[in-house]
Every structure is written in C-alpha cells, then in structure tokens.
C-alpha cells in the first residue's frame, strides 16, 4: 500500500506505468518483482541511474555481483547474491537441511532498447522525471546446496506459514515474496535476518540508501494479467 506520507502521489500500481512482461528477453519467466525508479535530477545518464542504485544498494547489504557466463542468466543483466543465510537445521528432514539465499538478478538493457527507461510520475504534487530499472528478488534453498532451489516443507523458504494454502508455481507464491520482503526491509517472515558470521550484522535493506537519498516503498499485490508474481515491490530514490 502507498505510503501516507509519500512525495509520490501513488493511489495504485497503475501510477508507476509499469511496461509489459513482453518488453524482456523470453528467457525471464517471471515478471520483475521490484522495481527502481530514480529522480533525474539524480543521474546525468540512464546508466548513471542504475549504477547509483546497484552500487549503493551493494555496499548496504553486501551484495555479491556477478556477471556470467550464467548458468541460468533468464535473460537478466547481471546478479546479486548473498549466500548461507538462516540454516535449517531439522532432525527429521536431514537429507532437507540447507541454508538459504537471496538472489536478485537486474534488468535495464530491455527497457533502454524500447525507450522505457524514463517515465513521468507524480511527486511533490507535481509530474517529474524519472529513470527506471527492474529486478527479480527471490530468497531460496542455497545454490550449493544439493536441494536448491525448493523445498516444500521449510518453514522459511517453503510453503508454509502465510503462504501454505497458496497452489502454485512456489517460486512466484513464495520465494519472490520472500525476496522482495528481505530487500524492501531486510527480513523474511517478520524476522530480522543478519549474517551467519561472529559479527551476526543485520543483512540490511534499500533503507540503507536513506543516509544519501529519499527513499519511498510501495507494496502492491500481483498475479494478474502478465504479472506472474505474488506481489511487486516499486523504490522511489530522490533528493532528500
């Protein structure tokens, strides 16, 4: 839901205009969950945009970059990935033990080719400019982990707790909502999630931008029409 305080005068996902599924590579499956817009005041270029946000956004959480060859790229840019994160450690279920990851895979290239890069929003009660890039967050059984990606029974990563009852593709139900929790507010589940280190440092979100930009966060819900995931997260960065 929007913010009652926002800048951005938002009522619904509509107001962010957000482009058709079809603008990106077939090799994505799912519609991008989380999505940047970025005040031009801010960046001189589209990819001064995107580097503000991915290099800020990686020096908060500590993100991972990596930039292939992938071995399963769907179509994205590049992609961010922290590892061994909340092991699940279960007696019964051995052989189903992991931790887990979040993966965030970045998608601008598709946006600059259709012209979809720079779109009118309105803020402060009046239409600005923006840039705009999407990604695709999910959090997931860890990618050396003989399991990965899925497994049902997890009590963090699975279907279970608020999504049991959902039927359906679990990466869309409930490991894209998982990731877009963790990088909207640096938990899963309601819980506050740090690294498996002697520091035990909170893992972090996008609020760790705020020391340098305004920062807005909305939550929509999806599954609807080309959106193939539960719901879509949109970041607003301006001046602060």
């Known amino acids: 839901m929007p913010q009652s305080s926002s800048f951005v005068g938002a009522q619904s996902i509509e107001d962010f205009h957000l482009p058709p599924k079809a603008v990106f590579d077939r090799a994505m499956p799912r519609y991008p969950n989380v999505w940047f817009y970025i005040d ?3 960046a001189k270029s589209y990819q001064a945009a995107v580097k503000l946000v991915t290099d800020n956004l990686k020096n908060a959480m500590r993100l991972r970059e990596f930039y292939g060859p992938f071995t399963n790229p769907e179509g994205c840019d590049f992609e961010v990935r922290l590892e061994h994160l909340q092991p699940w450690e279960e007696l019964k279920h051995r052989s189903l033990q992991h931790s887990h990851a979040f993966h965030m895979r970045y998608y601008y290239t598709a ?50 707790g608020e999504y049991s009852e959902l039927k359906g593709n679990l990466v869309e139900l409930v490991h894209d909502p998982l990731g877009l929790e963790l990088v909207m507010t640096g938990k899963i589940r309601g819980q506050i999630i740090r690294f498996e280190d002697w ?3 909170e893992v972090g979100s996008v609020d760790g931008l705020k020391k340098k930009f305004s920062v807005e966060k909305f939550i929509y819900p999806a599954q609807t029409g080309d959106r193939n995931t539960l719901r879509i997260g949109v970041i607003v960065i301006a001046p602060r």
């Open 40 to 42: 031009a005041s801010l």
């Open 111 to 160: 946006l600059a080719q259709n012209r979809l890069e720079k779109v009118r929003i309105k803020w402060s009660g009046r239409e600005r400019e923006f840039f705009r890039f999407a990604a695709s967050a999910h959090y997931e059984v860890e990618h050396t982990n003989p399991n990965h990606a899925d497994v049902e029974i997890c009590p963090i990563c699975g279907r279970t």
């Open 199 to 201: 520091e035990q440092r």
